[in-house]
């Protein structure tokens, strides 16, 4: 019976292969685009046919999707630019900016 799977591995459980997912949609990529010559297609058929590199591929694809879910949901600005959130609101507080000041802040 013919395998589906470029690294010949058995099905496991259900969160086994969605952990396992973007890995294998990597190297499925990149084994259909191995670049050119000889070497790199020899390269690119082992990576794929390789259970610990699919493996690494899933597991490195999901701790930066963490991390930048992380950094979009902490709400970190700068005092100048905003990424998320409302930007400061200064108000000129000596005597001679005091009549620039309105109810936005400025």
């Given at each position: 019976?013919?395998?589906?799977?470029?690294?010949?591995?058995?099905?496991?459980?259900?969160?086994?292969?969605?952990?396992?997912?973007?890995?294998?949609?990597?190297?499925?990529?990149k084994?259909?685009?191995?670049?050119?010559?000889?070497?790199?297609?020899?390269?690119?058929?082992?990576?794929?046919?390789?259970?610990?590199?699919?493996?690494?591929?899933?597991?490195v694809?999901?701790?930066?999707?963490?991390?930048?879910?992380?950094?979009?949901?902490?709400?970190?600005?700068?005092?100048?630019?905003?990424?998320?959130?409302?930007?400061?609101?200064?108000?000129?507080?000596?005597?001679?900016?005091?009549?620039?000041?309105?109810?936005?802040?400025?």
């Amino acid at each position: 019976m013919a395998n589906n799977r470029l690294d010949g591995s058995e099905r496991g459980s259900f969160l086994y292969e969605v952990f396992t997912l973007p890995g294998r949609i990597i190297l499925w990529f990149k084994y259909m685009n191995p670049g050119s010559g000889y070497e790199a297609v020899k390269e690119s058929a082992r990576r794929a046919k390789s259970p610990i590199i699919t493996f690494f591929y899933s597991l490195v694809f999901w701790l930066l999707a963490i991390f930048f879910g992380c950094i979009a949901l902490s709400g970190c600005t700068t005092e100048t630019t905003p990424i998320l959130g409302t930007p400061h609101t200064h108000y000129i507080d000596d005597e001679y900016g005091a009549e620039y000041n309105d109810d936005n802040g400025f």
